[in-house]
């Protein structure tokens, strides 16, 4: 064996101290180094057992000096705290770099600098589907159906709707001028917008004619969620409603706060949700006092796989208080609390901190298996009906919504 | 756009801000202020001042320590494993590369990716590469590592998702038996469909096609149908691997493509061997493994052929310090261009110290399967006009490979420089 053994010396001298603790392993337990061990990391660099800490720095400094392009350290640094928190292998848990982090703050909070309308992508540029009736467009004369085609004399045909959206949004006070083509002007329509502060409706609502029902679309639960909620409702109500359909499909969640407001719509000083945190720790959220509406009416909630967090508590509160009929398919499944917690240089990390249990007990975390291919868990609808992807498809339209469709026919029953 | 989902579900959440006692207080006081009451409990060199409007920037050795310590504090279950962390870490770093040659292998990959330096195969018996063809038009992302992304997030964000590629096969190997080819492309395994952007892309076409009145609705619904059945059970490439690579027993049903055209195979999975250096026929094998150039010097000295023929086919994951030794046995002294990255601290000039003043001229037989140490080794030599190349085109891997283990036993590979014959002296 002593050409073996040569070659080992020599590989010693060329590894350095990193093949050192690889093979040091080895000679304190009395044996010699597995040759086959040795000669197979030939070439490979170890890190020796070391710190966490010190394998990060030293990966990083690697990459940063040794990678033949050059690489951004903020852009290195983060996509390993992101590795870091993603090893838990928790989606929840995860790391929120500044952009992403901002974006995130903004979103639940519901406020942007922009003019108060939703577009959508149109070949024209971007058309309007929605305009919120408090916003700056509104009063500047824009509506639903028109079509941007021009933001501060450029042309915008053929952009991303994302590029459009940015260009139209910007500081508050400030001023964006919009050509827009509508459907029965002959010439497009100029307007001058200050830019505002927005808050996005979450709630939306609609009067179905045909079976004299309210539609509310509940969108994510952000702050001001529930008085929206009660002002639609309101107004649903002075229609004299039979029956009323809450639609969360692709609802992602939002605040719990929100979800507690809502059900003490529903009940009162009722369990909402249970948390369990480490250790066994547990807290019970429970509905407010005072709050709860009258329901002359039967009330079904419209669910999908996409409605989650928040909306699951809602829904699945609603449900095990048998106070509405769940219709659709089933929820995803998100079971578990995140608290967030910001970093100084603006980003922040998003942990799971407990478990939470609805108010009849059950744990309807989502399970799946190797292939990522969903198992278990979510609500289970009391009335099963998928999508019919097969015609065209606009929400809050019985006509092209087969899932509403069947909640109406549900509601129908009831009454 | 309901069919592709974007990660929308993962950034599903309950805002609640923390504060000491997290699980006692009021949730009340938790909600009127999700975000910036959310900090006592950090470590105070990372918490945020609401009022902060500067940008700080952390060191990431402080920056790691601190956000293991949150984790390790505040994480639903209790985390007992520091170098699992670690390990995270380095894969979210190498992912960030986008770099289908720099990558991160788990702990059994790592091991498998070792054994084949060796020549050590189970699964198919192939070597196999990531490669990007025909997307680089997509615009590169930021995202993380495909292991931190499910496959709908994949195919929803805009990452270039490289495909998988056979690159060498063992000769007589499993694979080599079923007809498979280097240049292959693994379409499907187990009737799990390896995920790449064709889908996404052929989709991003039928609804600008539908927009633009062109395709009907149900034609873009029979694309959205088609790309739904798919992405269910769609593998990520590095899973992929996993499959082809790993185990001995059972069968493995696997789709191929070659020339846009589908092959099907079913292959019984074995150990199978790439054969290490030694005379095969009228030429020698070089495999770029530890030690190589003892027997090539022993080659050389005995052989009488001229010029003398190098076979560096097969030859795909050769270590790159066992080439130089090998470049230093067949070539005299001097620079024989340059392993180049984009600034100066990695353009290192390839240089033999003390080379073989009486070297041979030498023919390598190269084609597609001559990637990485090979080919720089091939190239190397011909650009000093002390070596032909017989045989096809090379792999179009010329690279430099850092292969590090860190203590968990994953580890990863670094691409540290590309041949350059410029930049050099030529």
């Known amino acids: ?415 | 756009m309901k069919e592709v989902k974007s990660s929308t579900v993962s950034v599903v959440i309950l805002v609640l801000a923390a504060g000491a006692g997290l699980l006692g207080i009021q949730l009340r006081d938790r909600v009127d202020a999700p975000i910036q009451q959310a900090n006592s409990m950090v470590s105070p060199t990372l918490v945020a001042s609401v009022e902060n409007d500067v940008t700080v920037s952390i060191a990431e050795g402080d920056y790691f320590r601190e956000i293991k310590s949150l984790v390790e504090r505040e994480y639903v279950e209790k985390v007992t494993d520091e170098q699992k962390l670690a390990a995270g870490a380095v894969r979210g770093m190498v992912g960030s590369l986008n770099d289908p040659n720099s990558l991160y292998y788990d702990k059994k990959q790592f091991n498998t990716f070792l054994n084949a330096r060796v020549g050590k195969y189970e699964g198919v018996g192939a070597e196999f590469a990531l490669v990007l063809r025909g997307e680089e038009n997509l615009a590169a992302s930021k995202e993380p590592d495909e292991g931190g992304m499910s496959a709908e997030e994949a195919l929803a964000s805009k990452a270039r998702v490289p495909r998988l590629m056979v690159t060498s096969l063992t000769p007589g190997g499993p694979a080599d038996q079923a007809g498979v080819k280097p240049g292959d492309l693994v379409y499907s395994v187990d009737n799990h469909w390896v995920i790449n952007t064709d889908m996404l892309v052929r989709f991003q076409k039928a609804q600008r096609e539908f927009a633009a009145k062109k395709i009907s609705l149900s034609e873009l619904n029979q694309v959205r149908k088609e790309i739904r059945a798919k992405t269910e059970r769609a593998l990520l490439p590095m899973r992929a691997w996993e499959r082809l690579m790993m185990g001995t027993k059972g069968n493995l049903a696997v789709t191929w493509e070659r020339n846009g055209k589908k092959r099907d195979t079913t292959i019984a999975k074995a150990t199978s061997e790439m054969p290490g250096s030694g005379v095969i026929g009228n030429a020698y094998r070089l495999a770029l493994r530890q030690g190589a150039e003892a027997g090539l010097k022993q080659y050389l000295q005995n052989s009488k052929a001229k010029p003398v023929r190098i076979d560096l086919r097969q030859n795909t994951n050769g270590d790159f310090a066992a080439m130089q030794k090998c470049l230093a046995v067949l070539a005299p002294t001097g620079t024989y261009g340059m392993m180049a990255g984009d600034r100066a601290e990695t353009n290192k000039p390839l240089v033999v110290k003390s080379g073989n003043a009486a070297a041979p001229m030498v023919e390598f037989l190269v084609d597609e399967t001559t990637r990485g140490a090979a080919e720089v080794l091939a190239l190397a030599m011909q650009s000093k006009g002390r070596a032909k190349l017989a045989g096809g085109k090379t792999g179009g891997a010329a690279f430099s490979t850092l292969v590090v283990q860190i203590p968990d036993g994953s580890g990863y590979t670094l691409v540290t420089g590309e041949y350059k014959v410029s930049g050099g002296a030529k």
């Open chain 1, 1 to 415: 064996m002593n050409v073996g053994k040569t070659i080992f010396v020599g590989s010693l001298a060329v590894l350095g101290s990193g093949a050192l603790g690889f093979v040091w392993r080895d000679l304190k337990q009395g044996k010699m180094p597995d040759a086959g061990a040795t000669s197979r990391l030939a070439g490979v660099r170890t890190v020796a057992k070391q710190s966490s800490e010190e394998v990060f720095r030293q990966t990083f400094s690697q990459i940063r000096h040794g990678y033949y392009r050059a690489v951004k350290p903020d852009s290195l640094k983060y996509a390993g705290i992101q590795g870091l928190m993603g090893s838990l292998g928790d989606p929840h848990t995860i790391f929120l770099p500044p952009r992403a982090a901002a974006a995130f703050s903004e979103e639940t909070r519901g406020n942007f600098y922009g003019v108060g309308a939703r577009l959508q992508g149109d070949t024209l540029g971007a058309a309007v589907r929605t305009v919120f009736e408090d916003g700056p467009a509104y009063a500047a004369g824009l509506r639903a159906g028109d079509v941007i085609i021009q933001v501060n004399g450029k042309k915008v045909s053929g952009q991303p709707i994302d590029d459009i959206v940015q260009q139209i949004k910007g500081k508050e006070g400030t001023l964006v001028t919009l050509v827009i083509a509508r459907p029965k002007a002959e010439k497009p329509i100029s307007m001058q917008i200050k830019r505002a502060r927005i808050v996005a409706p979450s709630v939306e609502s609609k009067y179905l004619e045909g079976s004299k029902m309210g539609y509310v679309s509940i969108s994510n639960f952000a702050e001001p969620t529930t008085e929206q909620f009660d002002k639609e409702l309101s107004r649903l109500d002075e229609k004299k409603i039979t029956g009323l359909v809450i639609d969360l499909r692709s609802n992602p969640g939002g605040l719990l706060d929100t979800a507690a407001e809502l059900m003490s719509r529903f009940v009162e000083n009722k369990t909402v949700v249970t948390m369990r945190g480490r250790d066994g720790r547990e807290e019970i959220v429970r509905s407010y006092s005072g709050a709860v509406r009258n329901w002359p009416y039967p009330v079904a909630v419209l669910i999908d796989e996409n409605s989650a967090s928040a909306s699951e508590i809602f829904a699945g509160g609603l449900q095990d208080y048998k106070k509405a009929t769940l219709v659709g398919t089933h929820s995803y499944g998100k079971a578990s609390v995140q608290n967030i917690y910001p970093i100084i240089d603006r980003s922040s990390a998003k942990i799971t901190i407990a478990k939470y249990y609805l108010p009849g007990g059950e744990f309807i975390g989502r399970k799946v298996d190797d292939d990522g291919i969903f198992v278990s868990g979510g609500l289970k609808p009391d009335v099963e009906v998928e999508l019919n992807l097969d015609g065209e498809i606009e929400f809050g339209n019985p006509a092209k919504d087969n899932q509403l469709q069947r909640a109406i026919d549900v509601l129908k029953t009831k009454n």
